[in-house]
């Protein structure tokens, strides 16, 4: 067989094959895609310098939520005025100072909340209230009529269609005249609300990302003309991506060219409005910020039309993550998706960034020892430091931020699986009962772990965790063989100049047998007893550690050690009052198992189990 000589492209990263070899070819699917136009196509942008790929995000956007507008016409159950003041009042907690509270023209509902507005302090003074109207004299009409009387700031938002399809389709106009049909719209709300003092006005050419620049460009500044734009009384122009069709480059692109050829721009807030049809609305969010948008609407964790509104909650907690105030308040995240949860009557996903049941948890092994390691290393340095734990730069890999700042505890942390290892055991059974494992413990508990995760197949608590430790290294007292009965340690017995060893009373297979020992302490000494009594064990090491209870603490002392017949490794453990009764029990705990191998032959199975592996 010979090797195909594939022809070459020349970019500027140098030269690919033009086509893939053929052990890397894939067929064509029955995928009908040739019936879709690309984004280029649909819409051609006249940027041929672009300033927002080399832009940063430094301060938060204006936030406004249009949680009880566009998410609520998503819900198959709008909200019921209940759930519309809940959630309202959610909002202005949080601190968003602009909200769009509803479609009065739209339902009896709608317009009840707005006039419950007007007739309650339900609104603080410095929050914004928006309402959305279409271009329509009747709708406009009672859109103001819902705002009258009300004190706090108002915005009439009112939009239409410009996107080609929706010109012809569904509006049935041309380009000239649709901007007529808009610029009516606009003089309506003049009209009936331009005398107002304490409202603006607000235009979305709805589908502007499938709009014709010029064409956008051309209605806005009709828009910002008719309504007099100025900094003083600035008109949001809000472009939104109604439906997602195109990377976020592209959206960054048309929000730029808006950005740089708009008239009157400083009378003019920019303002961007991603749905998340592609799941890229965070992404086309970011960077429509960057390319010179300053306000965002969208809904808290992302409900809305089809795949939703993009979510504001991950855009300002993302701004959080790299530094930025996002200037409303996340600290009780869970409360916040209680009430959003209840006002929708949707779940958010256990996947959902910061917000889900599982963001903040780790089942895997290796991220499992890297979290546990790093939770180590940040609290160390917060005390090298001096300083508070919650004000130490956060550096814990696999958590892009402390689960703290958003009001979750690190319980969810490191949850134990299949797919787990011994740095996420040991963390819990650290986090939940104090035990502080030696490493070899570790290594030698996860396998009993895995052994019985393979068989279950499901996720382990912490309280298994410490179920599988006892039978894995604690001595279950009936079936002990050999006890301790007694012990006193060398010197406590002895008179002035006296040299004398620790004592040690023994029931070995119900006989009674009392030796002393020179020179050593007791857990050697109980050693040295078992060995006369045939039962070799060297202990190689005792590890010490306390285990917290809902009444108090108890000793915990695990004991290394090795049979002296055939070599073997094992641990046991003891748990007591005293770390010196616990010690000797895990030495008898160890004295049993190397007595019950040998009576059930099983010596070799259990050395093969418990010795040290490889990476130790
Ligand atoms: C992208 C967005 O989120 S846009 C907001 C969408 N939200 C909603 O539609 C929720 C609330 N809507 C409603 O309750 C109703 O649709 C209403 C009250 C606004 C209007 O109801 P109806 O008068 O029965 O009209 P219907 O909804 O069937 O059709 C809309 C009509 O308004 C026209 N229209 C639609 N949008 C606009 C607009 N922005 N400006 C002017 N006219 C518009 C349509 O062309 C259509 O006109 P036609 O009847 O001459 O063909
Ligand atoms: C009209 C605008 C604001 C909108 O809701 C959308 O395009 O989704």
Not at 88 to 94: D, G, H, K, P, R
Not at 363 to 368: A, D, K, L, V
Not at 422 to 427: D, L, Q, R, S, W
Request: hydrophobic letters at 40%; charged letters at 25%; glycine letters at 8%.
């Amino acid at each position: 067989m010979t090797d195909t000589v594939f022809p070459t492209l020349s970019t500027p990263a140098g030269s690919i094959p033009a086509r893939a070899p053929r052990w890397n070819r894939q067929r064509r699917s029955q995928m009908p895609s040739h019936r879709y136009l690309d984004a280029h196509t649909r819409v051609e942008i006249p940027l041929v310098e672009r300033d927002w790929p080399t832009k940063r995000l430094s301060e938060a956007p204006l936030w406004v939520p249009v949680d009880l507008r566009d998410g609520n016409q998503a819900l198959a159950e709008p909200m019921d005025p209940a759930r519309k003041r809940r959630f309202f009042e959610l909002m202005v907690a949080m601190g968003y100072k602009e909200i769009e509270v509803g479609y009065p023209s739209a339902s009896r509902t709608d317009y009840d909340f707005v006039r419950l507005i007007a007739d309650s302090d339900l609104a603080p003074e410095d929050v914004t209230i928006v309402v959305f109207t279409p271009a329509r004299r009747d709708l406009i009409e009672r859109t103001v009529a819902s705002i009258d009387g009300i004190a706090n700031p108002v915005v009439v938002h009112m939009y239409t269609a410009t996107a080609p399809t929706w010109r012809e389709t569904v509006l049935g106009r041309g380009r000239a005249d649709l901007k007529e049909l808009i610029l009516a719209g606009g003089r309506d709300v003049l009209d009936l609300a331009g005398g107002l003092p304490n409202v603006r006005f607000e235009f979305s050419p709805e589908v502007f990302n499938l709009t014709e620049p010029d064409y956008a460009l051309e209605v806005c500044d009709a828009m910002t003309e008719l309504w007099d734009a100025r900094p003083e009384r600035p008109v949001i122009l809000n472009l939104p991506a109604t439906v997602e069709i195109a990377t976020p480059n592209v959206y960054a692109d048309q929000i730029e060219y808006m950005h740089k050829h708009l008239a009157r721009r400083d009378g003019v807030i920019l303002s961007v409005h991603p749905h998340n049809d592609r799941g890229t609305g965070i992404a086309c969010a970011e960077l429509a910020v960057l390319a010179g948008a300053q306000r965002v609407e969208g809904c808290i964790f992302g409900n809305g039309e089809r795949t939703g509104n993009v979510d504001i909650a991950t855009l300002a907690l993302n701004l959080h993550a790299q530094g930025i105030d996002p200037m409303i308040d996340f600290s009780d995240i869970d409360e916040i998706r209680r009430t959003v949860e209840h006002c929708n009557r949707a779940e958010v996903h256990s996947r959902h960034p910061y917000v889900g049941d599982l963001v903040h948890t780790a089942f895997s092994g290796t991220h499992q020892d890297a979290i546990k390691k790093g939770f180590a290393e940040h609290r160390a340095r917060a005390a090298r430091l001096g300083l508070p734990e919650q004000e130490t730069e956060w550096r814990v890999p696999y958590l892009p931020i402390d689960p703290a700042d958003i009001g979750r505890s690190y319980d969810a942390v490191i949850r134990v699986n299949s797919q787990s290892g011994k740095g996420g055991i040991a963390y819990l059974l650290q986090t939940e009962y104090g035990i502080e494992l030696p490493r070899r413990v570790q290594i030698d508990l996860a396998r009993h772990v895995q052994t019985h995760t393979d068989a279950h197949g499901r996720e382990v608590t912490a309280a298994e965790l410490w179920e599988i430790f006892q039978h894995a290294y604690l001595a279950p007292d009936a079936e002990a063989e050999v006890r301790l009965t007694d012990y006193e340690a060398a010197g406590a017995a002895a008179g002035a100049g006296e040299r004398s060893g620790t004592r040690i009373a023994l029931n070995v297979r119900g006989e009674e047998h009392v030796t002393t020992h020179e020179d050593v302490g007791p857990v050697d000494a109980l050693a040295r007893a078992l060995v006369e009594h045939g039962i070799g064990i060297e202990i190689l090491g005792l590890h010490q550690t306390g285990i917290a209870s809902g009444s108090g603490s108890r000793a915990l002392a695990l004991v290394e050690y090795r049979r002296t017949d055939d070599g073997g490794i094992a641990w046991a453990a003891g748990l007591a009052d005293s770390a010196i009764t616990a010690s000797l029990d895990a030495v008898i705990g160890a004295a049993n198992r190397v007595g019950a191998a040998h009576r059930i032959g099983l010596g070799n199975r259990i050395t093969e189990r418990t010795a040290p592996i490889s990476c130790a």
